[in-house]
């Protein structure tokens, strides 16, 4: 089976930079993605990593390390708006398969 | 242009009821998944289909959950006998060809009484 952690909660000053860990465990593995997740709304994609590095998209980057099964998602120059949920997802069993975490609430304060 | 729709938006039933819930993709979309999230988790997979069949079912709970995609387009997820564990609320996506990015619905809310 596949299992994921991610922490529950991080709290994070506006204007600041925050990493949102992600280690998995799982059999044929293909990538990992990332998704948001606002109070209420539906998930929108961030990222998708299907090899080993860090992706880069405006404010958000991607980072992952197949060796260690683990990745993180970067947010920077943060608005009051990321405030969310954040949930990483693992693509295995032929790829299409995606299991996601249980996601990570980011709290941005003032 | 337009997103994924699904419909209803709410629904309550009662416990062994049966009902069905429908997923419009984006135009074009081969792609398309169900999965359900429960308050405080993430988006537990249900199924994948890969144009009109079934690639991928292996999340359905059990034989009470049925869903089909007859011409490749809209999706319906039946759920017969429905219990209270049911209730949740029930995600479509869609994506181009694979599921690196899914583009989502804003769901259903089910509900069991």
């Known amino acids: 089976g596949q299992s994921l952690e991610q922490p529950s909660e991080v709290t994070a000053v506006e204007g600041a930079i925050v990493q949102i860990n992600c280690t998995y465990q799982?059999?044929?593995?293909?990538?990992l993605s990332w998704y948001q997740q606002h109070d209420g709304g539906a998930p929108t994609f961030l990222s998708y990593?299907?090899?080993?590095g860090l992706e880069e998209t405006g404010r958000f980057s991607s980072f992952l390390s197949r060796s260690d099964s683990y990745g993180y998602l970067l947010l920077q120059e943060l608005q009051m708006k990321d405030s969310a949920s954040y949930f990483c997802?693992?693509?295995?069993?032929?790829?299409?398969?995606?299991?996601f975490g249980t996601g990570t609430k980011l709290q941005v304060i003032p | 242009g337009a997103g994924v729709s699904q419909t209803p938006s709410n629904k309550v039933t009662e416990k062994g009821k049966y009902v069905e819930l429908r997923c419009d993709p984006i135009?074009?979309?081969?792609?398309l998944y169900w999965y359900r999230q429960s308050l405080g988790q993430g988006p537990e997979f249900l199924i994948y289909?890969?144009?009109?069949?079934?690639?991928?079912d292996s999340g359905l709970p059990n034989d009470r959950f049925f869903a089909v995609r007859p011409e490749g387009s809209v999706s319906t997820l039946k759920i017969q006998r429905t219990e209270r564990g049911d209730s949740a609320v029930y995600l479509c996506?869609?994506?181009?060809?694979?599921?690196?990015?899914?583009?989502f619905g804003p769901g259903t809310r089910l509900t069991v009484l």
């Open positions: 996506a869609s994506s181009k060809q694979g599921p690196d990015t899914q583009y």
């Open positions: 799982t059999s044929g593995f293909y990538g």
């Open positions: 990593n299907g090899l080993d």
């Open positions: 997802a693992v693509h295995s069993g032929g790829y299409q398969k995606v299991t």
């Open positions: 135009s074009g979309h081969t792609a």
């Open positions: 289909f890969q144009g009109t069949g079934a690639a991928d």
